[in-house]
């Protein structure tokens, strides 16, 4: 390599030094700033009071079996809605699980009254009644549609609908007309009563027949909001 290039090539590694001595000797005002956030997911805590009801033995039909209980709201949201789901499990006198058939017929003669608490000579007013075999088979909305909620809405005051929540007549300013779900800490009662239908003629097949009902309330979340 000549001298010329030699020299060359120290001149530009000179001026490159010069060049990163003289960028960190340049001054600048300068600030940060940070911020952390938190995000906390609320929680949806449904619960059912009690969680057993009284054993309905012995029964024959045409008996009728009231039966009271409280949802409870444990969690930290509102629940807009609640919907409840149906299952059962028919076993005979000896512990088996029958057929289907049975099953079905046996259900379909065992109907839970959905009530409402009145003030007036009577205890209670149903609002509806459905079987067993048919609540099993019925969508929410379906549900839904089975109440009579234009004479439940003629009650003064609020009335509570099994799934639809609180409903008040609309010609009280004062009440929404439509309010539905369970406040945090808050409860809703809920009353039935259980019938074994009696169809007037022999019934001799749903004898000693043991019916396992499990009902699942399921509470939703209200609408997204401003937060």
Known sequence: MSVKKKLGMGIAAAALGISLVGGGTFAYFSDTAEQTN?????????????????????????????????????????????DLSTEYTVRNGQGQVVNDDLANEYAKQLYVQFLNNTSGDDDYEVLF?????????????????????????????????????????????????EVTGIDVDDSADFDVQFRFNDTGERQNDLQGLQLELEWTFEGFQTDGEER
């Open 38 to 82: 938190h995000f906390t997911s609320g929680t949806i805590d449904l619960a059912v009071n009690p969680t057993v009801q009284v054993p309905m033995n012995n029964l024959k039909p045409g008996d009728w079996m009231p039966r009271s209980f409280e949802l409870q709201n444990n969690g930290s949201l509102d629940i807009k809605y609640v």
């Open 129 to 177: 009644e459905v079987s067993l075999y048919d609540l099993k088979n019925l969508s929410p909305e379906d549900l839904a549609t089975k109440i009579d909620i234009e004479r439940v809405m003629t009650q003064p005051g609020l009335v509570w609908i099994p799934i639809i929540g609180w409903v008040g007549p609309p010609q009280y300013d004062d009440i929404p007309t």
